[in-house]
């Protein structure tokens, strides 16, 4: 038997190679996610239950990467962290939520808690009839009063078709912070928001669909309700599913690809996980648009220790991108990132992108409430195969479970585990994607695709590692 070496990113650096760049902003972090879909940073918020729901998607969207909405959730629940990512920031909002003028004041204010907006176009026979916001019903909780009671009647409107200097123009001219888009006959077509005009400029590298909105993409199973809520978040207008289970390279994965791609043939999917290269082009021969890449990787992994089974991340990746280049599909790098020297190395090893868990657990965009543990904070961060994540999920499947309901036998292959509070993502997101710049600029490289053409990879001894580490100080 030939037992093949593994290595993974604490067994290699990177040799430095003579670089022109003299700033960071020279560096260009532009990437695939998949064949159809480009980033301008190169990485994913992980479709973890204490990682990413709306809130986690939306900052990475306005930074530029993407984040995955996980799958233990409803149908339903699902598709709403879809659309409330969607609904968070556009060029123009195509649907605006509508209320008639004969309902509550109550009703509404309830519908704008629902939906967290602060406004609802009032509309009548299919016609404009007034705008109502937060100030014209904060203070009607109590009151009988009518939509038509209290909105504003007179309003500033648009065409369809205005562009968004034009619309800005409106807006600021008029004090006003909602220009609705009406036609000839009055319907209304759209509406344009101050705080949409003003989150464009703010966050200039969002990564953004064709009507200007963020990206976003979300998780399905292979077993179940699968096809039903693929179909469910792609009318959500998700731009990409994602198949995540354990084993990838299984028949189980396979038809499922095979079922959405037939199914949905214009849907963005991608697949995994795998660690192998005839795993990645078992899963592009079924029809895949980008790879997953990770086995027994992540932090919170114990699939190795449980069924000893695995490949070192870095060999993982550079074996999967060997067959994503001959198909010309994107590899992802999803797990055992801690560093932006391991985030470096992952790309450099052939990754376009890099799923990221634990890095970003612990943020204030990540789902869960604080613990406490020797008065500093902590968010809870599991794997999505520990016992916990199974015990909710099957709540959700189910109703409710209870702890020694008949998962007795599950055998996890994740831990629960808790990670520091550490601020915004956002914050997270500049570190690492100015370390990844440096790294680029260390390999002679402006851009990702030349980095993986110039990248020389050294082993190195325990003693080199030990180097590598501060070391020879007390640390403060
Ligand atoms: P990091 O290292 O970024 O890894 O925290 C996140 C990735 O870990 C994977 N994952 C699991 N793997 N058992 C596993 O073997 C689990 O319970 C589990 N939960 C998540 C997943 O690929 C994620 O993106």
């Keep these: 038997m030939e037992i093949k070496e593994g290595l993974t990113f604490d067994d290699v650096l990177l040799v430095p190679k003579y670089s022109d760049i003299t700033s960071r902003s020279q560096t260009d972090l532009r990437t695939k996610l998949s064949k159809n879909i480009s980033l301008n940073i190169p990485l994913i918020s992980a479709n973890m239950d204490t990682v990413t729901e709306s809130a986690m998607a939306i900052a990475l969207a306005q930074e530029g990467g993407i984040g995955i909405i996980h799958r233990f959730l409803t149908v339903e629940e699902e598709v709403e962290e879809v659309l409330k990512v969607k609904r968070s920031a556009s060029v123009m909002i195509e649907n605006p939520y509508m209320i008639s003028p004969d309902q509550s004041a109550k009703d509404a204010m309830a519908y704008m808690r629902e939906k967290g907006v602060s406004g609802l176009l009032v509309v009548k026979d299919s016609k404009l009839a007034g705008i109502l916001t937060h100030r014209d019903v904060i203070f009607e909780g109590e009151s009988n009063k009518l939509v038509k009671d209290i909105m504003t009647k007179d309003v500033i409107t648009a065409k369809p078709g205005i562009n968004l200097s034009e619309a800005k123009e409106l807006l600021r001219e008029h004090r006003i912070e909602k220009l609705p888009l009406v036609d000839t006959n009055g319907q209304v077509k759209g509406l344009v928001t101050s705080k949409d005009i003003t989150h464009n400029e703010n966050y200039p590298n969002a990564s953004k669909d064709k009507k200007g909105r963020p990206l976003v993409g979300a998780a399905v199973g292979v077993k179940g309700d699968f096809m039903e809520r693929t179909e469910a978040l792609l009318e959500a207008d998700a731009d990409a599913i994602v198949v995540d289970i354990a084993h990838g390279h299984s028949e189980n994965a396979i038809s499922t690809i095979r079922n959405i791609k037939k199914a949905f043939p214009n849907c963005e999917l991608i697949a995994g996980n795998v660690a192998t290269a005839k795993g990645a082009e078992d899963l592009i021969k079924a029809g895949v648009d980008a790879v997953k890449v990770g086995v027994g990787s992540g932090s919170i992994c114990i699939t190795r220790v449980i069924t000893g089974s695995g490949v070192p991340q870095l060999t993982a990746v550079y074996d999967c991108a060997q067959i994503g280049k001959k198909y010309d599909v994107p590899i992802i790098s999803d797990g055992g990132t801690r560093t932006s020297g391991d985030l470096t190395k992952a790309l450099a090893a052939g990754a376009s992108t ?123």
Aim: glycine content about 12%.
């Design 354 to 476: 890099v799923m990221v868990g634990s890095l970003f657990g612990g943020t204030d965009e990540s789902p869960g409430s604080f613990v406490m543990k020797n008065g500093k904070r902590y968010k809870i961060y599991r794997g999505m195969a520990s016992f916990y994540a199974a015990l909710g999920r099957k709540s959700k499947e189910t109703g409710t479970v209870a702890i020694n309901d008949d998962l007795n036998d599950y055998v996890a292959e994740g831990v629960e585990a808790m990670v520091p509070y550490k601020g915004t993502v956002a914050d997270i997101i500049k570190q690492l994607s100015g370390g990844v710049r440096s790294g680029l600029s260390y390999c002679g490289a402006h851009t990702i695709t030349q980095m993986q053409q110039n990248a020389e990879f050294i082993k190195m001894s325990r003693a080199g590692f030990a180097e590598s580490q501060p070391h020879d100080v007390d640390l403060m």
